[in-house]
């Protein structure tokens, strides 16, 4: 019965806020909010299909926005007022050396009612890689930095994506060892790509979400592109009927996390076991947010997530990827070294080794293998039979 009076309560004040900010809301036309979704980390401590099997319960034709690496005005200022003009809330999630340096603008986007979590102290992208230490320190000194300048009015959520989206297990463990709930995304919006255009943003945002149908929407409040591109975006997806979700922790997991920050042995705890990621990420070459501060400037270079863009799979593949499945690496074509690891099944690989060009000298017997090959290429084991076989022209 308690259980049942809680829920009950619950419900009233979900209902309460939500009628509250329908009246708040001044624009008759707007996108708006459609329901408010309480989350349970210690329930669903890792979401997002592109890096894990599970996401948010949504419905059909419902997304939740986020926002990573802020907040770094005026983009953050412009994004806020364009979401306030759709009576839109979102998700963000805030580095800590960026909230040290503008910590007015932590505190507005609070007080615009949006949901904040956190992205680490310095967006490192060695997540994946990283000593449970060094991780340990990355996570807290973060939430230290946002609840520091959010003051003691607001509290940070218990909510926290991984720079790059490059987890890892033992890191996964000790967030839920402290009830911190690790995001991913279901779909990118790519606005941290270099030249895309604010009409491509829109373009490839709706295509993954339609695709999918619903889901988690991955944006940056950090860029000139993206406050051009969200207008658009937003008017798009209340034409083609989708509905905004606005995500809040549940009661119990609002207490502060900064005074919470030692466990007795995280290196001992039981690591959480994440099924193999959907799409994996990799470092990119560094990226400078526009107008960024010079005095930030090590902070904004720390570069963005790398998103393969690949199409999103769905969000509980029915079979592991194949064992033929490779990790092909390559440069671009400016040269920079960018490692997009590609899980590609066997029948994938043999076709493209018959496609690509066999290093044969066509003599007049049999054809000698030519061992030299370009640098870009990998050289092709070629039978024994095939070099006895003499090629016709």
């Known amino acids: 019965m308690r259980s049942l009076s809680a829920l009950a309560l619950l419900a009233a004040v979900l209902a309460v806020g939500g009628s509250a900010a329908a009246e708040e809301c001044t624009n008759p036309n707007a996108l708006g909010v459609s329901r408010t979704l309480v989350v349970d980390p210690a329930a669903m401590p890792l979401i997002g299909t592109m890096s894990y099997h599970d996401s948010l319960p949504l419905a059909d034709h419902e997304v939740v926005l986020t926002f990573d690496d802020g907040p770094l005005p005026p983009h953050t200022e412009h994004v806020l007022e364009i979401l306030a003009s759709e009576c839109v809330k979102a998700t963000y999630f805030m580095v800590g050396q960026m909230a040290a340096a503008h910590p007015e603008w932590v505190r507005k986007v609070a007080e615009a009612g949006h949901t904040i979590g956190t992205h680490s102290f310095s967006h490192p992208l060695t997540f994946h890689r990283m000593p449970l230490a060094k991780a340990q320190e990355q996570i807290d000194q973060g939430f230290e930095a946002v609840q520091k300048a959010l003051g003691s009015d607001q509290k940070v959520a218990p909510f926290f994506r991984y720079p790059g989206l490059l987890h890892q297990a033992n890191s996964e463990a000790y967030l839920g060892e402290r009830g911190i709930m690790a995001w991913s995304a279901d779909f990118p919006g790519d606005d941290w790509k270099r030249r895309i255009s604010p009409k491509e943003i829109v373009r490839r945002s709706l295509s993954r979400l339609e695709a999918r149908g619903r889901g988690i929407l991955l944006l940056h409040d950090i860029h000139k592109v993206t406050v051009a591109a969200l207008p658009t975006l937003l008017a798009e997806l209340k034409a083609r009927g989708f509905k905004v ?35 994996t990420m990799a470092t990119i070459a560094p990226g400078v947010a526009d107008n960024a501060p010079e005095s930030h400037a090590v902070v ?32 671009t074509a400016h040269g920079h070294a960018r490692a997009h690891l590609v899980q590609r099944p066997a029948r994938a690989v043999a076709k493209t080794r018959q496609a690509q060009p066999s290093y044969f000298q066509q003599g007049n017997g049999a054809g000698a293998r030519d061992s030299r090959a370009c640098a870009n290429c990998r050289l092709i084991r070629v039978k024994k039979a095939h070099l006895a076989t003499p090629r016709s022209g």
Not at 248 to 257: I, Q, R
């Open 245 to 279: 979700v606005h995500v809040v922790p549940g009661p119990a997991t609002s207490e502060a996390l900064v005074a919470d920050a030692a466990i007795a042995d995280p290196a001992k705890a039981a690591p959480l076991k994440p099924v193999a990621a959907v799409a």
């Open 300 to 331: 904004a270079q720390k570069s963005l997530a790398a998103l393969t863009d690949v199409p999103m799979p769905s969000a509980r593949p029915k079979t592991a990827p194949s064992e033929g499945a490779r990790a092909h690496a390559y440069r």
